[in-house]
Protein backbone atom coordinates (compact mmCIF):
# COMPACT_ATOMS: atom_id res chain seq x y z
CA UNK A 1 0.00 0.00 0.00
CA UNK A 2 1.30 3.78 -0.85
CA UNK A 3 1.41 6.40 1.55
CA UNK A 4 -1.29 9.07 1.24
CA UNK A 5 -1.12 11.03 -2.39
CA UNK A 6 -0.19 15.07 -2.26
CA UNK A 7 -1.18 17.21 -4.30
CA UNK A 8 1.15 18.97 -6.25
CA UNK A 9 0.63 22.63 -6.77
CA UNK A 10 -0.38 23.71 -10.53
CA UNK A 11 2.18 25.76 -11.73
CA UNK A 12 0.07 25.84 -15.12
CA UNK A 13 -1.45 29.09 -16.51
CA UNK A 14 -5.24 29.21 -16.96
CA UNK A 15 -6.16 27.94 -20.45
CA UNK A 16 -6.26 30.90 -22.62
CA UNK A 17 -3.56 32.58 -20.59
CA UNK A 18 -0.48 34.09 -22.25
CA UNK A 19 2.87 35.07 -20.92
CA UNK A 20 3.74 39.04 -21.72
CA UNK A 21 6.96 39.31 -22.40
CA UNK A 22 8.17 43.12 -21.22
CA UNK A 23 10.68 43.45 -23.75
CA UNK A 24 8.88 42.72 -26.71
CA UNK A 25 5.13 44.93 -24.99
CA UNK A 26 5.14 48.52 -26.69
CA UNK A 27 4.01 50.22 -24.01
CA UNK A 28 6.75 49.06 -21.56
CA UNK A 29 9.32 49.48 -23.96
CA UNK A 30 8.02 53.00 -24.88
CA UNK A 31 7.48 53.43 -20.78
CA UNK A 32 11.41 52.61 -20.63
CA UNK A 33 12.82 54.60 -23.27
CA UNK A 34 11.19 58.07 -22.00
CA UNK A 35 12.05 56.99 -18.15
CA UNK A 36 15.78 57.07 -19.12
CA UNK A 37 15.77 59.94 -21.35
CA UNK A 38 13.87 62.04 -18.14
CA UNK A 39 16.43 60.84 -16.21
CA UNK A 40 19.28 61.88 -18.65
CA UNK A 41 18.04 64.84 -18.99
CA UNK A 42 16.93 65.49 -15.85
CA UNK A 43 20.04 65.03 -14.58
CA UNK A 44 22.15 67.86 -16.94
CA UNK A 45 19.23 69.88 -15.96
CA UNK A 46 19.56 69.35 -11.90
CA UNK A 47 23.26 70.07 -12.20
CA UNK A 48 23.59 72.91 -14.68
CA UNK A 49 20.39 74.57 -13.58
CA UNK A 50 19.19 72.99 -9.91
CA UNK A 51 16.02 72.33 -11.31
CA UNK A 52 14.61 68.88 -11.27
CA UNK A 53 12.13 67.31 -14.29
CA UNK A 54 9.08 68.49 -13.27
CA UNK A 55 9.79 71.91 -13.06
CA UNK A 56 12.04 71.85 -16.49
CA UNK A 57 8.26 70.78 -17.87
CA UNK A 58 6.52 73.85 -15.80
CA UNK A 59 8.72 76.07 -17.50
CA UNK A 60 8.63 74.43 -20.94
CA UNK A 61 4.72 74.48 -20.85
CA UNK A 62 4.89 78.21 -19.94
CA UNK A 63 7.91 78.85 -22.15
CA UNK A 64 5.60 77.81 -25.02
CA UNK A 65 2.36 77.97 -24.49
CA UNK A 66 2.62 81.36 -22.15
CA UNK A 67 0.79 82.04 -18.65
CA UNK A 68 -1.03 79.03 -17.33
CA UNK A 69 -3.67 77.92 -14.72
CA UNK A 70 -2.46 75.35 -12.64
CA UNK A 71 -4.49 72.76 -13.38
CA UNK A 72 -3.53 73.65 -17.42
CA UNK A 73 -0.34 72.69 -16.56
CA UNK A 74 -1.61 69.65 -15.07
CA UNK A 75 -3.07 68.95 -18.51
CA UNK A 76 0.19 70.09 -20.77
CA UNK A 77 2.64 68.04 -18.75
CA UNK A 78 0.80 65.53 -17.55
CA UNK A 79 1.89 65.51 -14.03
CA UNK A 80 -0.45 64.80 -11.08
CA UNK A 81 -1.68 68.09 -9.63
CA UNK A 82 0.56 67.33 -6.37
CA UNK A 83 3.94 66.99 -7.93
CA UNK A 84 2.86 70.18 -10.26
CA UNK A 85 2.40 72.04 -6.73
CA UNK A 86 5.48 71.12 -5.42
CA UNK A 87 7.03 71.79 -8.18
CA UNK A 88 5.16 75.61 -8.89
CA UNK A 89 6.31 76.23 -5.28
CA UNK A 90 9.69 75.52 -5.96
CA UNK A 91 9.80 77.50 -9.03
CA UNK A 92 8.43 80.66 -7.42
CA UNK A 93 10.64 80.40 -4.81
CA UNK A 94 13.67 80.26 -7.33
CA UNK A 95 11.90 83.70 -8.98
CA UNK A 96 11.49 81.54 -12.39
CA UNK A 97 7.69 82.20 -12.04
CA UNK A 98 5.25 84.36 -10.73
CA UNK A 99 1.82 83.50 -9.78
CA UNK A 100 -1.00 86.41 -10.40
CA UNK A 101 -4.39 86.91 -10.92
CA UNK A 102 -5.82 85.95 -14.58
CA UNK A 103 -6.11 89.49 -16.58
CA UNK A 104 -8.71 88.41 -18.47
CA UNK A 105 -10.75 86.74 -15.03
CA UNK A 106 -9.36 88.03 -11.87
CA UNK A 107 -10.64 85.28 -9.69
CA UNK A 108 -8.49 82.69 -11.30
CA UNK A 109 -4.55 82.51 -10.68
CA UNK A 110 -1.83 81.95 -13.49
CA UNK A 111 1.77 81.14 -13.48
CA UNK A 112 3.75 83.54 -15.72
CA UNK A 113 7.36 83.35 -16.44
CA UNK A 114 9.95 86.11 -14.69
CA UNK A 115 12.48 87.31 -16.82
CA UNK A 116 14.35 85.19 -15.20
CA UNK A 117 12.50 81.80 -16.03
CA UNK A 118 12.36 83.26 -19.56
CA UNK A 119 16.07 83.50 -19.69
CA UNK A 120 16.82 79.96 -18.30
CA UNK A 121 14.40 78.59 -20.66
CA UNK A 122 16.10 80.33 -23.55
CA UNK A 123 19.48 79.13 -22.49
CA UNK A 124 18.06 75.04 -21.85
CA UNK A 125 16.29 75.53 -25.27
CA UNK A 126 19.42 74.19 -27.31
CA UNK A 127 20.52 71.91 -24.69
CA UNK A 128 17.21 70.21 -25.30
CA UNK A 129 17.63 70.14 -28.84
CA UNK A 130 21.27 69.30 -28.88
CA UNK A 131 20.11 66.31 -26.81
CA UNK A 132 17.09 65.59 -29.17
CA UNK A 133 19.43 65.56 -32.02
CA UNK A 134 21.71 62.83 -30.12
CA UNK A 135 18.73 60.66 -29.32
CA UNK A 136 16.70 60.73 -32.77
CA UNK A 137 20.67 60.36 -34.86
CA UNK A 138 20.19 56.40 -34.73
CA UNK A 139 17.06 56.90 -36.96
CA UNK A 140 16.91 58.05 -40.80
CA UNK A 141 15.28 61.72 -41.50
CA UNK A 142 12.10 58.57 -42.75
CA UNK A 143 12.31 57.24 -39.46
CA UNK A 144 12.14 60.45 -37.34
CA UNK A 145 9.23 61.62 -39.44
CA UNK A 146 7.65 58.35 -39.08
CA UNK A 147 8.26 58.18 -35.39
CA UNK A 148 7.04 61.55 -35.04
CA UNK A 149 3.71 60.82 -36.59
CA UNK A 150 2.74 57.64 -34.40
CA UNK A 151 3.89 59.47 -30.70
CA UNK A 152 1.95 61.80 -31.45
CA UNK A 153 -0.99 59.91 -32.76
CA UNK A 154 -0.22 57.38 -29.63
CA UNK A 155 -0.91 60.90 -27.70
CA UNK A 156 -3.96 61.25 -29.07
CA UNK A 157 -5.15 57.86 -28.09
CA UNK A 158 -3.90 58.57 -24.68
CA UNK A 159 -5.64 61.31 -24.14
CA UNK A 160 -9.14 58.93 -25.03
CA UNK A 161 -7.75 56.96 -21.63
CA UNK A 162 -7.68 59.84 -19.29
CA UNK A 163 -11.39 61.01 -19.60
CA UNK A 164 -13.78 58.06 -20.31
CA UNK A 165 -16.75 59.79 -18.37
CA UNK A 166 -16.51 62.96 -20.25
CA UNK A 167 -16.48 61.24 -24.13
CA UNK A 168 -19.42 59.19 -22.40
CA UNK A 169 -21.30 62.40 -21.52
CA UNK A 170 -20.02 63.87 -25.05
CA UNK A 171 -21.68 61.17 -27.01
CA UNK A 172 -24.42 61.11 -25.05
CA UNK A 173 -24.99 65.12 -25.81
CA UNK A 174 -24.15 64.79 -29.63
CA UNK A 175 -27.05 61.97 -29.71
CA UNK A 176 -29.59 64.48 -28.39
CA UNK A 177 -29.68 63.46 -25.04
CA UNK A 178 -29.79 64.56 -21.44
CA UNK A 179 -26.10 65.75 -19.81
Not at 104 to 122: A, I, P
Amino acid sequence: MTGPRTRKKSTARPVGAEKLSLQEFIPYKLAVAANRLSQSIGSLFEQKYGIQMPEWRILMALHSCGPLAPNEVVEHTSMDKARVSRAQRKLVELELVTPSADPRDGRRLVLFLTRKGTDMCDSIVPEARQTETWLLSVLSGSEREMLDRVLSRLLERSRETRQPNEQETTAIDSEGGRQ
